[in-house]
């Protein structure tokens, strides 16, 4: 049974995962809903385009994606940049999957992805199933990578 997420609750395993709609790095209004039923989400929070852990785990998700494809998966990045820092970002690195601008930190906010006083945002994966309920969700600030197999072997037991 999925359980719906309170107010000042971080999402669980178990729980649909909270709707979003943040623009993506074409300004195009990307909602989380929009793949429920569809696809199988990976839902992944970073904290800052360019710095080296970051940049480690996206070009990690692009060399991945198409296995994620294979598993029916959405690869959908998310932090604090703007539109135009993702595009340049996903532009020089060749990265196939949507970034999503949380300019506001709204999203992270509603995902507690903030750190002590909101001084640094968390490095986590959601796997989120076609139904929209979280499978599985993973923390690591300095195992960037790793959060690639730990998405993969997720989505692998929902095949």
């Not at 929009?34 to 785990?57: I, Q, S």
């Not at 135009?84 to 690195?93: L, P, Q, Y």
């Not at 197999?149 to 929902?158: F, H, I, Q």
């Amino acid at each position: 049974m999925t359980q719906m997420i309170h107010e000042g609750s971080a999402p669980r395993v178990g729980q649909v995962a909270p709707d979003f709609s943040l623009p993506d790095q074409a300004s195009r209004l990307v909602r989380l809903s929009d793949y429920r039923g569809v696809k199988n989400v990976v839902l992944y929070f970073y904290p800052k385009d360019y710095t080296p852990g970051c940049t480690a785990e996206a070009c990690a998700f692009r060399d991945s994606y198409e296995v994620f494809k294979e598993t029916d998966a959405e690869v959908i990045g998310v932090s604090m940049d703007t539109a135009e820092s993702h595009r340049r970002f996903a532009v020089d690195h060749r990265l196939p999957f949507v970034l999503l601008a949380d300019t506001d930190g709204t999203v992270s906010k509603l995902y507690q992805v903030n750190g002590l006083f909101g001084l640094w945002r968390k490095r986590i994966t959601f796997v989120i199933d076609k139904a929209g309920v979280i499978r599985h969700s993973f923390e690591s600030q300095l195992n960037a990578t790793r959060h690639i197999d730990e998405a993969l072997k997720v989505l692998r037991s929902l095949q």
